[in-house]
């Protein structure tokens, strides 16, 4: 995202004694990350207002030679190829030895000179077009003036304000923040964090927005001006709120070929031109961070084969077609919203409008749209078809509900198109969530002493309302703050604006915190795993559908997440093994001809229920498995080699019985080939199974034969330990080993492995140096052996070699 510091400084007053470089630090310390700052300070130095006093046709050329007037005593004349240059218009000139603005940043930026065209026609410089002076991409003709807002001999920088810096913002962690996403909420965080009061917009909390009477609010949550509108919302959860009117603009229709300061703020902010209505709509998403939409409204009608509209939002079909306005097809899914006429999809909510009510040069009404969508039904519309516009942007971070109708109502004013009708429909509208919170809860927490009227005075400062009873502050959220529901909500809030830097560190004055037992048991058991000779891995706690049924397991029993960061990552799992397995098959790709692996980490299940803070239960378990390519035994006696070892190691007695549960972590396994593994003391306690997998989930995950595995609760091993684990093998031993000999150093390496195989011995050659001496036939090949199990003897042996 593009920040203009000019525009923003439009709407806060920033303090004489903050330089730019102070704010900027202030903005990445307190608000958001800044990633860069594009300096446009001398971008448009040397480039004037001029008027077109001549112009005239160069014979047989597309070419026209004109005589301009840059305010001073004589006329300079300039070569021109625009269609739409002609005597009397003012323009923009760049001054030979000027750079051309669209290149400024490039490794070799165009200066632009004088030269002849055509062997005898002399040019000074160049009229610009739109996309020179980088305002976009328009190179249809050059720019034109609006003489009532400059003369010639005027800089371009001075009448446009175009010595700005323009800050690239990093807009992930403003997620929660979608007021953010509009210069005014913006600003209003910049006044918070300076300590100036910010004066909010005066057509965001008007009451009568529209003229004549216009009722807002009504407990029916349903406004209306003599409106024929008839809107239905199906579900309030896909849409908290549509706001539309209908307007008259067939007067202004008409080509805006003026440059103007609309024009120029969406070119900062990376966005082009299109039309003057469109431009309006997306100059008000970026001043509000509410996107809008404008239907040909004659086209609406015809569409839906009705003189009255119907609008209905509803969840799309499945296998329902749209043509976007990109000229895109769309096949959509039960999670896209759209807006339709009398049925008929006119739009993919909240991502693009439909190519069926485009609004173009014969348009002569429009339907204006401002409304809600739900954030988690659009983020799917987004990753399901690639659809990354500036709204859904926005509609993605859950754009408040309580801005529409007056935005609306602005945009109404600055089209200046005549109102027909309009309707504000709120079904989704909700109560204002107020904290109550003490000085001292906020001052005990941040280890602050600010004083209460600095805290009030800080939360109002950027749209809070306060009000004081005894010594409880009820804090009243505004509508834009939809992030803001508990104490903890507040605090933060007086943190990060006061600035978390200007708290002074102090030590804890409370005793230290137990230990984490869990903590610690998996610190052992990551040692206690190693020295079996296993690797730990870390996987995404979140998988696919895809992922839980190719491990046999009831994509039912997982939890959804409702705004997943991708289609692969939309489930909770149930169990640890199904992702090893993941992983496996990519080991073996490889290929590693045998390994082992392990992870620890939490689990959900549906089934396990809520715990009493209402939260699904959580469960730390431990999953393993161990692969060979070429191995014929049983590969259940393997894990099952392991689970002892690590039982016996925390004095844990246990019983193998043949698997009857059903639970999630024994989907994967074979039940002929699997026990579960039961407390040996009370066998109603299930620890975990312990197992070979079924053999569609090894075909499902394309794995090796030689396969098994073991899942057990963590918090089980926790709680029936009865003493601090044992490690499993003697202290890892390191030597140095050199061989003099006449073999090759694979032929050495072999006959050790040999030695080490023939005496039991666990044992890691690691490579070292082969020093031959001048006319000499044998070889020095020194090796660094780690010994898991290191005996004396074996020295002895391998020094014989």
């Known amino acids: 995202m593009k920040i203009s510091l000019n525009w923003l400084k439009k709407y806060v007053e920033v303090p004489a004694e903050v330089s730019d470089e102070d704010l900027i630090r202030l903005i990445g310390a307190r608000l958001v990350e800044v990633e860069g700052v594009i300096d446009e300070t001398h971008k448009y130095d040397n480039i004037y207002i001029v008027r077109v006093e001549k112009a005239e046709k160069i014979p047989d050329t597309h070419l026209t030679l004109c005589q301009i007037n840059d305010g001073g005593s004589e006329l300079i004349q300039v070569v021109c190829g625009a269609p739409n240059v002609r005597e009397g218009m003012l323009a923009v000139w760049i001054k030979p030895g000027a750079i051309v603005p669209v290149s400024v940043h490039e490794d070799a930026p165009f200066v632009i000179g004088k030269r002849k065209m055509l062997g005898k026609y002399e040019s000074n410089g160049m009229l610009a077009g739109a996309d020179e002076l980088d305002f976009g991409g328009d190179h249809s003709g050059i720019v034109e003036i609006n003489p009532e807002i400059a003369r010639p001999g005027e800089l ?42 910010f004066a909010e917009p005066e057509f965001l909390f008007k009451e009568e927005v529209f003229p004549e009477g216009f009722l807002v609010g009504t407990s029916e949550g349903i406004s209306s001006i003599n409106s024929n509108l008839k809107i239905e919302i199906t579900d309030a959860s896909v849409c908290q709120r549509y706001s539309c009117a209908v307007l008259k603009v067939n007067e202004i229709m008409a080509e805006d070929r003026y440059l103007s300061e609309i024009k120029i703020l969406l070119a900062k902010s990376g966005m082009q031109t299109v039309s003057r209505i469109v431009d309006i709509t997306n100059y008000l998403m970026l001043l509000t961070g509410q996107p809008l939409h404008a239907f040909d409204y004659d086209k609406f009608l015809a569409i839906g084969k009705s003189e009255t509209p119907k609008i209905l939002i509803r969840v799309a079909k499945e296998g329902e077609k749209i043509e976007l306005l990109d000229g895109e097809q769309i096949v959509c899914n039960s999670s896209d919203i759209l807006v339709t006429s009398s049925d008929v999809p006119v739009a993919m909510a909240g991502a693009m409008g439909a190519k069926n009510t485009e609004i173009d040069e014969n348009t002569k009404n429009i339907l204006l749209e401002s409304a809600t969508f739900s954030l988690y039904n659009l983020r799917k519309t987004q990753m399901a078809h690639g659809i990354f516009s500036e709204a859904i942007t926005r509609f993605t971070k859950g754009v408040p509900a309580g801005g ?288 070979e997998f079924k053999k569609s989930v090894q075909n499902n995950f394309k794995l090796a034969d030689y396969l098994a595995g073991f899942e057990i609760d963590l918090d089980l091993i926790l709680t029936y330990r009865t003493h601090e684990h044992k490690i499993c093998f003697n202290e890892i031993e390191e030597r140095d080993l050199t061989v003099i000999t006449e073999d090759s150093y694979a032929e050495t390496t072999a006959k050790i492995e040999k030695i080490l195989m023939e005496n039991e011995a666990k044992a890691i050659i690691a490579p070292g140096t082969i020093y031959r001496p001048e006319n000499a036939k044998e070889k020095h090949i020194t090796l660094h052996l780690r010994f898991l199990n290191f005996d004396e003897s074996i020295m002895s042996k391998l020094e014989n070699l």
């Not at 992930?172 to 509009?182: A, Q």
């Not at 309302?465 to 505004?478: D, Q, R």
């Not at 397991?553 to 090893?580: A, F, T």
């Open 156 to 197: 371009l920088a001075d009448v446009f304000n175009l010595r700005d810096l323009i800050l690239e913002i990093e807009n992930k962690s403003l997620t929660h923040r979608p007021d953010t996403f509009g210069i005014i909420g913006f600003a209003r965080e910049v006044a918070g964090i300076l300590g100036v009061k």
């Open 404 to 691: 529409t109708f007056n935005v609306l109502a602005e945009a109404v004013r600055e089209i200046n198109g005549k109102p027909l009708e309009a309707r504000d429909v709120f079904p989704g509208i909700k109560d204002v969530n107020v904290v109550k919170i003490t000085t001292d809860e906020i001052n005990g927490l941040l280890g602050t002493d600010y004083g209460e009227d600095l805290i009030m005075s800080t939360l109002i400062n950027v749209g809070f309302e306060v009000k004081k009873h005894e010594n409880v502050l009820e804090i009243m959220a505004p509508f834009w703050r939809t992030d803001i529901h508990i104490q903890e909500d507040i605090i933060e809030e007086v943190g990060r604006l006061l600035g978390y830097d200007n708290i002074k560190p102090t030590l804890p004055l409370h005793a230290t915190a137990d230990q984490n037992e869990m903590f610690e048991l998996k610190h052992e058991l990551r040692n206690k795993m190693s020295c079996f000779g296993a690797n730990e891995v870390l996987t995404y706690s979140f998988v696919s559908a895809n992922l839980l049924k190719k491990a046999d397991q009831d994509v039912k029993n997982s939890y959804k997440i409702v705004n997943s960061i991708s289609p692969e990552l939309q489930y909770v799992r149930q169990s640890i093994v199904p992702s090893l397995l993941d992983k496996v098959y990519l080991n073996e790709k490889l290929p590693v001809e045998k390994f082992a692996i392990f992870e620890m980490n939490k689990i959900y299940q549906k089934n396990l229920g809520f715990s009493s803070e209402n939260v699904p239960i959580e469960k730390n378990q431990l999953g393993f498995v161990v692969a060979e390519r070429k191995n014929h035994e049983t590969a259940y006696y393997k894990a099952k080699k392991y689970v002892d070892a690590l039982l016996n190691g925390y004095g844990i007695e246990a019983i193998y019985v043949p698997l009857k549960i059903n639970e999630a972590m024994a989907q994967p396994f074979e039940p002929k080939r699997t026990a579960e593994i039961r407390l040996k003391n009370n066998s109603e306690i299930l620890i975990g199974v312990v197992g």
